[in-house]
């Protein structure tokens, strides 16, 4: 029975992360500080559930919009990878692996409504000019004016390197090459009739970990750009570009952060300057999902993390409290040099909390009291009664 037991909770335990690692995602909204999120939110020894949240303040709170079951019943949207609309309320939801079902939203997430499936690989761009949406697999590329509900082909070969929509309809950029020996960037403004092609610096896009390629995401001025790598040791870095990508300015390294453990996913936002990082992990007694959201307003150089428990709740019909975090926290500058700074706000009453400060790698490094208390600031100084290291 305890080998059974023990092989129930490990199987458990790996869905867990595939799901994590694969539907998880951020996407902005169509408003400043407006962002979705995506993912894993519990299992109730029976089913994992998945969840949509939107935040209307970078991610300080957070509210549940939809959320299902795996493998949800015939006719029920599943949640998956999500695309924002230009247009306010506006959001897509389009499926995973075996199936590439599109859905919108007009109402912020709460209720969706079918468009249409594929069972071919299919990823859809859009949040340029409202309602309309774009589309590639191995039939083509497309573009829908009507949200997605009807679609034309474009007749463009160059778009099966399609990694972001630019500032203005007709402008895209592509992303193609092979991990560790090159990558090019590829813009057209005029739908891809003429476009000019060149290798990126191997100091800004070389290498993959996990699968996970440079990623680019379109500022909010014209010719920005941001690009996510990876690299050894597994770490992420963020660039800037305002040249539409001849060259970047070196914005973040993050510390060492392990892709098996933590879904990493990574946006730019709707305000001048703004981008977010979404971390999520798996709590301690592998029930629920834990989601740090670090937002950056001057370019990614800086950024403030808000942490959300998304609760642990036996049962397919959670209470209403579950949208809310328990314990709402940011901290800044994250990272931190010298010193930082926590602010919280507790339920009242609420005598037995405690902060505890941990390291990239879960280790516990520091705890304090909260009784009573709205902010703590840190001088670095660990339980050890050593400086540590300046990171996250």
């Given at each position: 029975m305890k080998t059974t037991t023990l092989t129930f909770i490990l199987v458990c335990m790996f869905l867990f992360l595939y799901s994590l690692k694969g539907i998880s995602q951020i996407t902005r909204g169509a408003s400043p500080g407006e962002i979705y999120i995506s993912g894993d939110w519990y299992h109730d020894g029976l089913h994992l559930h998945h969840a949509i949240f939107r935040s209307s303040d970078n991610g300080e709170t957070i509210e549940l919009k939809y959320h299902n079951i795996d493998n949800p019943p015939t006719g029920e949207m599943e949640v998956g990878p999500l695309n924002s609309d230009a247009t306010p309320g506006v959001t897509y939801n389009y499926g995973y692996y075996p199936y590439y079902d599109l859905w919108v939203s007009f109402n912020y997430g709460v209720s969706w409504e079918f468009i249409e499936h594929h069972s071919v690989y299919t990823e859809y761009f859009s949040g340029v000019v409202p309602g309309t949406i774009f589309k590639g697999n191995n039939e083509g590329f497309f573009k829908s004016a009507d949200f997605g509900f009807t679609f034309e082909p474009l007749h463009i070969?160059?778009?099966?390197?399609?990694?972001?929509?630019?500032?203005?309809?007709?402008?895209?950029?592509?992303?193609?090459?092979?991990?560790?020996?090159?990558?090019?960037?590829?813009?057209?403004?005029?739908?891809?009739?003429?476009?000019?092609?060149?290798?990126?610096?191997s100091t800004v896009a070389l290498w993959q970990i996990y699968a996970k390629s440079p990623q680019l995401s379109r500022g909010t001025e014209p010719g920005e750009l941001y690009l996510v790598s990876w690299w050894f040791e597994y770490r992420y870095k963020i660039f800037h570009s305002v040249d539409t990508g001849y060259?970047?300015?070196?914005?973040?390294?993050?510390?060492?952060?392990d892709p098996g453990w933590w879904g990493v996913q990574y946006t730019a936002g709707q305000a001048p300057g703004s981008f977010y990082v979404k971390r999520s992990t798996i709590d301690p007694e592998l029930t629920h999902s834990w989601v740090y959201i670090d937002y950056s307003s001057d370019y990614g150089q800086t950024f403030t993390t808000y942490f959300h428990d998304l609760g642990n709740w036996v049962g397919t019909d959670p209470p209403n409290e579950a949208t809310e975090p328990r314990i709402k926290t940011s901290c800044y500058p994250n990272p931190f040099y010298n010193h930082i700074s926590f602010d919280f706000s507790l339920p009242e009453p609420d005598m037995g909390s405690?902060?505890?400060?941990?390291?990239?790698?879960?280790?516990?490094?520091?705890?304090?009291?909260?009784?009573?208390?709205?902010?703590?600031?840190w001088d670095g100084i660990g339980i050890s009664g050593q400086k540590v290291e300046s990171g996250i």
């Open positions: 070969t160059f778009l099966v390197f399609l990694s972001e929509v630019g500032y203005t309809e007709n402008e895209f950029f592509g992303l193609y090459g092979v991990s560790g020996l090159y990558y090019n960037l590829i813009h057209t403004i005029d739908y891809g009739q003429t476009y000019t092609e060149f290798t990126i610096d060259t970047w300015t070196l914005q973040y390294e993050s510390e060492e952060i405690n902060l505890q400060i941990f390291n990239i790698h879960g280790n516990l490094i520091k705890e304090y009291k909260l009784a009573g208390k709205k902010q703590i600031s």
